[in-house]
């Protein structure tokens, strides 16, 4: 345990706080959606109450990942192919923050904890999980596929030396005492 990487450092690197809040809608709607349906197809109402906290959880999150996302557009540079994935990417978050509102409003009215037409609900909160999937994953693609807001890789899109110096060079990138060195699994 090195003590020393511990305070939040890379707030203070970042461009831009948005990887900050994108896991809580990622986490919270796969969450709602398993104890909604479990809690619906075994009557638990318990497990429809889980869900719904879970779902609240999933909509203030979309709302944060949204807002920060937003912010986020012109924080750092970025080329044409990053800039035409980030428009996937926030029509991605909109639908989500959308479905995430509306099924919260939904499952507030309720009969014993289970939301009303509760099959039709379930298959929203399950097409409101594909949409927060796929925006996930062009997320992911852009940053690191395509090294969106990556320090170095900012300084290759922008085309800077020190990126292209340690692409040629990998054991420039590798800390000293650092080589040889296995992780376990």
Known sequence: MDWSLFGFKA??????IHPMFVHF???FLPGAFLLFALGITLKKPGLNLAGRA???????GALAALTTGLLAEESFPHNAVIHHMMGTHETLAWIVLALSGVLSGWSFFHSEHRPKAAWVFL????LANLAVMQGADI???????EGAAVKPAVTAITGGGEAKETMENPRAATPAGHEGHKHSH
């Open 54 to 60: 879970c779902l609240y959880m999933a909509a203030a």
């Open 11 to 16: 707030v203070g690197e970042m461009f831009n």
């Open 139 to 145: 997320g992911a693609r852009m940053v690191y596929l």
């Open 123 to 126: 298959t929203l909160l399950g």
């Open 25 to 27: 809608p990622v986490a």
